[in-house]
């Protein structure tokens, strides 16, 4: 039976143990004769910490981890579940999808399995993916994760981009409903500004060709993100006839902590409705947004019946947001 709605019903995440603070990270670029100190992270970016996977730790085994989690949560076994996607844009291998991997190690064959290549927007578009494919028929129980081992394409002699950035995978479970969980979504993207922010290398004939970590015009994706991370939500809350008063709490893609002021200052959301994980996660692309999901759940400022809007924004350029009622 197709229901007409689709629900969170299952919050998980999980973080690699290792924590690297600024602290041992600044030492640890001191060594290599680059200077950089935590009063500067935290000042520009609000970060004091990460966590890292260890070697040989891939994104499957972060997101089995964060799904295992958010089935227990919702009461579900792996057998209930007939789609899952794995946002990623650090997968463990070019094929077969990281979404297969998973769904290998839970147990659950024969339902749909993908990834979706949106980088720190993936959350955000593969939550959409599943909603309408929900709504239409052709899923009825969804895990939906953001996985991601950044610290494997980060250049960590470059202090502009490797302090940025952490593991960590969040996942959630959508199922068919007869009451409305997802109210809206909304997906952009505009592919002219691709070389702001990219990892541009690839495997071909048997090594990388091109250029293997990530780069990034910061101040340039940094207006980006604050200008469309305001529209997209204005236009996603307009397409179910709310507005900012009907918002509980605004989770926005987790890069900077003053990206998230200054869209919480332009949407007129005061700063104790905005959930903040940056500062122990940094930014963990697209796992962020469900990880600081789950963690806003689980310490109960996330309650039952409560709107919740969700905001990516990343490399393509990518953009989107999908507002939930839990
Ligand atoms: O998912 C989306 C991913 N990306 C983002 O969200 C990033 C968006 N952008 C940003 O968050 C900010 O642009 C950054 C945090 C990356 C940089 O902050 P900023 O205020 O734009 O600093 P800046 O790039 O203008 O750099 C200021 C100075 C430079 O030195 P000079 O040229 O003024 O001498 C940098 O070389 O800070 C220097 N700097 C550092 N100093 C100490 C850059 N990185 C570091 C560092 N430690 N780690």
């Known amino acids: 039976m197709t229901l007409p709605h689709s629900r969170i019903v299952g919050t998980g995440s999980y ?145 502009g981009t490797c302090v940025l950035f952490g593991d960590g995978a969040g996942a959630i479970v959508l199922a068919a409903d007869e009451r409305p969980g997802v109210l809206a979504a909304r997906l952009h993207a505009d592919g002219r500004h691709e070389s702001i922010l990219r990892t541009a290398g690839h495997v071909a004939g048997g090594s990388i060709t091109g250029y293997p970590f990530l780069t990034m015009d910061g101040q340039a994706v940094f207006k980006l993100a604050v200008s469309v991370l305001d529209s997209v939500a204005r236009e996603t809350m307009a397409a179910c006839g709310l507005t900012v008063n009907d918002i509980d709490w605004l989770i926005p893609h987790q890069a900077n902590v003053r990206i998230m002021q200054a869209t919480a200052r332009r949407l007129g959301v005061p700063a104790d409705k905005v959930i903040v994980t940056v500062d122990l996660h940094a930014n963990t692309s697209a796992a962020s947004i469900p990880l600081a999901l789950d963690v806003a759940v689980r310490d109960g400022r996330i309650r039952p019946g409560q709107r919740v809007l969700m905001e990516g924004v990343g490399g393509g350029f990518t953009w989107g947001a999908v507002l939930v009622q839990m």
Request: with cysteine; net charge negative; glycine share 8%.
């Open 15 to 159: 973080l690699p143990p290792r924590v690297l603070t600024n602290d041992d990270l600044v030492r640890q670029l001191a060594g290599r004769g680059i200077e950089s100190s935590d009063e500067w992270i935290v000042e520009r970016t609000g970060i004091r910490q990460r966590h890292i996977a260890d070697e040989g730790v891939a994104s499957s085994q972060l997101a089995i981890e964060a799904a295992r989690r958010a089935l227990e949560s919702a009461g579900l076994a792996p057998a209930d579940i007939d789609l899952i996607i794995v946002a990623t844009s650090t997968p463990d291998f070019v094929f077969p999808s990281t979404a297969c991997l998973v769904q290998k190690a839970l147990g659950a064959p024969g339902g749909a399995a993908f990834d979706v290549q949106a980088v720190c927007s993936g959350f955000a578009y593969a939550a959409a993916v599943a909603d309408s494919m929900i709504r239409t028929g052709l899923a009825h129980r969804a895990l939906v994760i953001g996985a991601e081992v950044f610290s494997r394409i980060l250049d960590w002699n470059d202090r």
